[in-house]
């Protein structure tokens, strides 16, 4: 039987928790889940498409038919030449809607073949958003359970960098004794 594959495109600056509920939900309607982050060079990231794809590795490794890939240009045309003939987007709330479906119809227009498919996150994380994320992690706020521990932690070393520096001495430290 034909394998059917699906790309969960986005920015993922940074992954969240809203993001992983749904990758695993598609990971069981997929045989195939590719996430497709975008190298977009027009915004400025908080991080580098380097940092995002690792972080979206380690955090997807437990999903076998789960894969972490990069991409330029249209979706359309990096959904073709994956192979793939679904194209897997989030919905949180009806604010979501509009933009989505613009989205979903002009790539339909563009290439026929591909599907979008929506599924709702886990109601808790109907209010996440990476944008959120990133002000409230900006502005000293907690974001404890919105992303992954390892992500929080990524955040804070990359908004105040001495905290990577004290980081390092100390497991230096702890090495040495
Ligand atoms: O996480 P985001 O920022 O909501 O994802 C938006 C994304 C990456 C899916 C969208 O911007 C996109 O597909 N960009 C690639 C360029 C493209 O194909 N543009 C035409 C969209 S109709």
């Known amino acids: 039987?034909?394998?059917v594959i699906a790309i969960y495109p986005g920015s993922f600056d940074p992954l969240t928790n809203g993001h992983l509920d749904l990758i695993q939900r598609g990971s069981k309607i997929f045989d195939e889940l590719?996430?497709?982050?975008l190298r977009n060079p027009e915004k400025d990231p908080l991080f580098s498409?380097?940092?995002?794809?690792?972080?979206?590795?380690?955090?997807?490794?437990?999903?076998?038919?789960v894969r972490v890939d990069t991409f330029e240009g249209l979706m359309v045309d990096y959904a073709v030449k994956v192979n793939a003939t679904a194209v897997l987007r989030g919905i949180r709330a009806i604010s979501d809607y509009e933009y989505e479906l613009q989205m979903a119809l002009m790539n339909r227009k563009l290439e026929p073949r591909l599907e979008t498919v929506f599924m709702m996150p886990a109601e808790t994380y109907s209010y996440l958003s990476s944008r959120l994320v990133r002000e409230i992690a900006q502005l000293g706020g907690s974001i404890k359970g919105l992303v992954p521990e390892s992500v929080e932690q990524r955040l804070q070393e990359k908004l105040d960098p001495s905290?990577?520096?004290?980081?390092?001495?100390?497991?230096?430290?702890r090495k040495k004794s």
Not at 54 to 62: G, K, N, Q, S
Not at 163 to 173: A, H, I, M
Request: aromatic letters at 6%; proline letters at 0%; zero cysteines.
């Open 163 to 173: 905290l990577r520096f004290q980081q390092s001495t100390e497991t230096r430290r």
């Open 1 to 3: 039987m034909k394998k």
């Open 34 to 37: 590719v996430v497709a982050i």
């Open 49 to 65: 498409l380097g940092d995002r794809r690792e972080m979206m590795e380690a955090m997807t490794e437990r999903w076998k038919n």
